[in-house]
């Protein structure tokens, strides 16, 4: 008997976190549960110790993967996010995390010695560390190398959402909202105009008036200014050197509290 997609889909991301645990992590990560979300502006999080079993023998770490992006992003991308998070668990249970959801020198250089080189930006040149960070795969390295043995192993992620988002590319080149380098907003595995023809995946909307002003906002100092609407990513703040975003896009940051889930920000 078939398997349902639900099954299908949670399967292959089974298996990629096993995969990637015995070629990254030497098999020492104690396995999580999988949930997909669409938390805003996020390609996914780890939150340790997120489920309790009803009977109270046993706890698990989530780690949670935003579906809406799926068919904006290649399968590598997802997958980098995925191992991404996995560092987050490795260092939960292995190593010395900071408070407040920072990104610290052990984090960052975990993520280098497995292939994902940390970045603010999400391009080179970036910082290693931060309160908000993401990362760009290196060519040739642990993961990139792994990830190709995967995917040409056979299907994965062979479900996407229909109801699609893309990556706001302001936020994306001031936060890099996931485990991912910047990301860009088609992706070439998938036929985004096919997919719109047939009814699969709904059209963008139609343009907003011009002559409605919109509120932009600085991430660093939160300085408000009001223009048209497309100037997201477009005016630059002066004193902070960061450019404004529209208020939804800016990446939520995470609170001092331990329980907090990390976020692939």
């Known amino acids: 008997m078939a398997g349902t997609a639900s099954q299908l889909l949670y399967d292959e991301i089974e298996a990629a ?48 993967l935003n579906c809406a992006y799926f068919a904006h992003r290649s399968i590598k991308k997802t997958l980098s996010t995925l191992v991404h998070e996995q560092v987050h668990q490795w260092q939960a249970h292995f190593g010395k995390r900071s408070r407040g959801g920072y990104h610290n020198a052990e984090w960052a250089d975990k993520m280098e010695s497995i292939g994902l080189m940390p970045s603010d930006t999400g391009e080179p040149g970036g910082r290693r560390c931060g309160q908000q960070m993401t990362h760009y795969i ?97 005016l630059q703040c002066v004193e902070c050197e960061v450019r404004f975003v529209e208020p939804t896009e800016l990446v939520e940051v995470t609170l001092d509290d331990d329980d907090q889930p990390d976020a692939d920000d």
Request: charge should be negative; include cysteine; hydrophobic fraction near 30%.
């Open 138 to 234: 290196i060519e040739g390295g642990p993961f990139d190398l792994a990830c190709d043995e995967l995917i040409e192993s056979g299907a994965m992620l062979s479900w996407i959402d229909v109801v699609t988002q893309r990556v706001p590319m302001s936020a994306t080149q001031l936060f890099g909202p996931g485990g991912e380098p910047v990301p860009q907003p088609e992706d070439p595995t998938i036929d985004i105009p096919a997919l719109t023809t047939a009814g699969l995946i709904q059209p963008s909307s139609r343009p907003e008036d011009p002559k409605n002003k919109r509120k932009y906002t600085c991430p660093s100092c939160h300085l408000n200014v009001w223009g048209k609407p497309g100037l997201s990513g477009k």
């Open 17 to 64: 976190y096993d995969w990637f645990n015995e070629r990254l992590y030497d098999g020492k990560l104690p396995g999580c549960i999988f949930t997909l979300q669409r938390k805003a502006n996020t390609f996914g999080y780890y939150s340790e110790s997120r489920f309790l079993r009803r009977n109270g023998t046993g706890k698990s770490d989530e780690i949670a």
